[in-house]
């Protein structure tokens, strides 16, 4: 990997990147990083770099001929490569480890262009750069430590630069987590130990107790993370089961009630939807992964006085909607059959809000929807999940429904629609 860093203040940045790790790679040959003076490619012969804006305003802009001259000098150096010339800057893509490992994967040759003063001349961007990157949403004075961190992170994703490609597919931001706490000498510090299970050297264990802290921190220091995870290893399922289960579970001290929903709750509805639905997506769910359940389908439900809501004191804690239509899909199941001659309801969407999961709020929405089809003058209650929702299925077993077979719904195209159905018949 070759990285020109084309900087006003070359020395600053070289004495930064040729210490330590980086600097032992360069020496080994395993990167090359060059940090390039903007100024010796001027054509004036102050060496000017920068000019007042056309249009007035604070401050200078960076020129766009020296920049282009000093690009042209270091790619006729570097020869054809695989490149990229990335512009460092706050309106750029904000800069991840998922940038970092694209970089070093699709790429041997980056040249990282730093503004200052107010940036550089929008033609230059234009005309030459391949990427804008930013560190963050914030304004630095120049590009310099922002292209530092590019380089550091992009260089030790080469082979050859850490000891062990482990030394970073374990790191935070890898695979979406957080690392687990490390702990060295003493094992007893200010009066505080190190784990037990770190002691034990029971390796497996170990194992299992750094996967699980990785999951536990990311869900504490990182919920924006915690919610976009993937988890696809049976393993990795099971801890983060474990995790749902033993935290968050919120007790109900407060007296839980049941009334049909008004135009006001739809906000809290759609909420409890969302975070419903981020749910299912971590447990590759494939239901709900579209715009369904949308407001349109909500304000439906409203107006025909199907929806409704469950509260604990004054908070909307899950809601369900009972509807008294046939459900024409539910005539095509197949692999069984339903109980003949009984007019039905259908519990077609319920969810319980995040923070209730685990307190016991999904046994008390199973008997408000009950208490509603028998308020129909209903005793028989069908519905449907995604094969795949078992928190949903074991609600429906644990409530005494009854696997009838399988069905296919309409209502989200494009997705995974096959769904279990299931019955329940209300005792007289
Ligand atoms: C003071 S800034 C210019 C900001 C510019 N006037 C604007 O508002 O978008 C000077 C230089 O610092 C660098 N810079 C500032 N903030 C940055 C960030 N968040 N990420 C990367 N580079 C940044 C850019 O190279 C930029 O040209």
């Given at each position: 990997m070759r990285i020109d860093i084309l900087t006003l203040f070359p020395d600053t940045v070289n004495a930064v990147l040729h210490e330590s790790i980086l600097g032992r790679a360069a020496k080994k040959g395993a990167v090359e990083i060059n940090c390039v003076q903007i100024r010796d490619y001027t054509e004036?012969?102050?060496?000017?770099?920068d000019d007042y804006p056309y249009g007035g305003g604070f401050g200078c802009v960076m020129m766009a001929?020296?920049?282009?001259s000093c690009l042209e000098a270091v790619i006729r150096q570097a020869g054809e490569r695989r490149r990229r010339v990335i512009y460092l800057s706050p309106q750029g893509q904000t800069y991840t480890q998922e940038t970092a490992k694209r970089l070093q994967r699709d790429y041997d040759h980056l040249v990282l262009v730093c503004g200052h003063y107010e940036g550089v001349d929008e033609r230059?961007?234009?005309?030459?750069?391949?990427?804008?990157?930013?560190?963050?949403?914030?304004v630095l004075t120049g590009g310099e430590i922002a292209a530092m961190a590019v380089a550091d992170s992009v260089c030790r994703?080469?082979?050859?630069?850490?000891?062990?490609?482990?030394?970073?597919?374990?790191?935070?931001?890898?695979?979406?987590l957080l690392e687990y706490p490390q702990y060295t000498r003493p094992e007893v510090w200010e009066g505080r130990a190190v784990p037990e299970v770190l002691l034990q050297g029971d390796h497996a264990k170990v194992e299992r107790w750094r996967r699980r802290q990785q999951f536990e921190r990311t869900r504490r220091k990182r919920p924006d993370m915690y919610e976009k995870l993937r988890v696809t290893e049976p393993e990795d399922l099971q801890i983060l089961r474990?995790?749902?289960?033993?935290?968050?579970?919120?007790?109900?001290?407060?007296?839980?009630?049941?009334?049909?929903?008004?135009?006001?709750?739809?906000?809290?509805?759609l909420e409890i939807v969302e975070q419903a639905r981020a749910g299912?997506?971590?447990?590759?769910?494939?239901?709900?992964?579209?715009?369904?359940?949308?407001?349109?389908?909500?304000?439906?439900?409203?107006?025909?006085?199907?929806?409704?809501?469950?509260?604990?004191?004054?908070?909307?804690?899950?809601?369900?909607?009972?509807?008294?239509?046939?459900?024409?899909?539910?005539?095509?199941?197949?692999?069984?059959?339903w109980t003949e001659g009984m007019a039905y309801c259908v519990l077609h969407r319920a969810a319980v809000a995040a923070k209730y999961r685990g307190s016991g709020m999904a046994d008390k929405l199973m008997r408000a929807v009950e208490e509603q089809a028998r308020a129909y003058g209903l005793r028989c209650i069908r519905t449907d999940t995604h094969r795949k929702n078992k928190p949903m299925q074991r609600l429906l077993r644990d409530s005494g429904y009854r696997y009838r077979g399988n069905i296919q719904v309409l209502v989200e195209p494009g997705h995974d629609t096959a769904r279990q159905a299931y019955e329940k018949i209300l005792k007289r």
């Open positions: 004036n012969k102050q060496n000017q770099v001929q020296p920049l282009k230059f961007i234009e005309a030459c750069v391949d990427e804008e990157l930013s560190l963050g949403d914030f994703l080469v082979p050859g630069v850490l000891a062990d490609e482990q030394c970073y597919t374990g790191e935070s931001h890898w695979d979406g474990e995790i749902e289960k033993s935290t968050g579970r919120i007790q109900l001290t407060e007296p839980v009630t049941c009334r049909p929903a008004a135009e006001a709750d739809l906000p809290a509805v299912l997506r971590k447990f590759h769910v494939d239901q709900w992964q579209g715009p369904y359940p949308d407001e349109k389908a909500f304000r439906f439900d409203l107006d025909r006085g199907e929806c409704f809501v469950l509260l604990h004191g004054e908070e909307i804690a899950a809601f369900f909607t009972l509807s008294t239509r046939e459900e024409k899909t539910y005539a095509g199941i197949t692999d069984g059959k």
